[in-house]
Every structure is written in structure tokens, then in C-alpha cells.
């Protein structure tokens, strides 16, 4: 496992997401569902905002299980950081909408291939292979393909 120790900026929040690797499947991604403002209809990972108290491994964690039921095993990587703003923060968790967004590579203990819980603002999901990043810069976020690729180039895929 990696070392996990982030500096948190006291104007920003911190968010985490994490990009489940599958030897034999790829990486997972889930879509969101139309009504997620400005996530709505598009690819994404499972995200989360880090609690105060919180490790990254702990928010990793929580989020992994709270949207597919896996549980968390290893932190491979950290394969981006950026900071954005949330043009729809309206509550006090987004620190004026600004957000600190780190991306990891991990695993995951279970072997099923589906999840075995879906979060209601999950509509769809799938696991990524070389051949279908392409069709992921098309439809998407450049982030999250850029996330995909670089994990694909971190795992040699």
C-alpha cells in the first residue's frame, strides 16, 4: 500500500475517488444518473468527500463499499490530483464549492464481477479495457479518461 498522508487545505474540501482495478476485467466506472446536476449522465468512479477525522484509506473505504458493496483491500496508486469548483455546492461541506480532488488506483477483496450494492444515484456500470477508453474521451469528462488511462499505463494494460 502506499503511503496515504494528505495535506488537507482548510479552504477547500477534500475529495478522494477511487478506480477499482480487476485483473481479468479492467477498471470499473459507474454512471450516474440523469438527475446529478452537473454528474448527471456521465461516467464517473466512486468518490467521496473525506470527513474531518477521516484517513484517505477510511474514505476510500466507506465510499468503495457504499456504492458497490466490495470491500476495500489495497491502494496502488495516486493517479491525479486537480482542483475544481463546484458551480452547485449549496451547503457548507464544499467550502465555498472549491474542491481538492485526489484520484487512487485500487482493489478490492471480493472476485464478483458485478457489484453487489448500487447506490440509487448509480445507473449503470461497467469495467474498461484498453479498447473502450477511446469510446470513454468521446462520451465523457477528459478527467475521468485521463484517470483510466493513467492507470492503465501505471498496470501496463
Known sequence: M???KLEPNQER??????????????????KQAQ???????SWDMPKVTMAKHES???ALARQVAGETGWTLKD??????????????????VW????VDEYDF??????????????????????????DSLKELARSDKRHVHDM??????????
Not at 148 to 157: F, I, Q, R
Open 105 to 130: 488506483l485500487v482493489t478490492v477483496e471480493e472476485e464478483a464481477a458485478a457489484p453487489s450494492r448500487q447506490s440509487p444515484e448509480i445507473k449503470g456500470w461497467q469495467w474498461l479495457t484498453r
Open 13 to 30: 474540501s477534500t475529495a478522494v475517488g477511487a478506480l477499482i482495478y480487476r485483473p481479468g476485467l479492467g477498471l470499473y466506472i459507474q
Open 56 to 58: 484517505v484509506s477510511q
Open 95 to 98: 467550502s465555498q464549492g472549491w
Open 75 to 92: 491502494v496502488k496508486a495516486l493517479l491525479g490530483h486537480r482542483v475544481w469548483k463546484d458551480q452547485e455546492a449549496d451547503n457548507a
Open 2 to 4: 502506499i503511503a496515504l
Open 148 to 157: 483510466v488511462k493513467s492507470a492503465m499505463d501505471y498496470l501496463g494494460l
Open 35 to 41: 438527475d446529478r446536476g452537473h454528474y448527471q449522465d
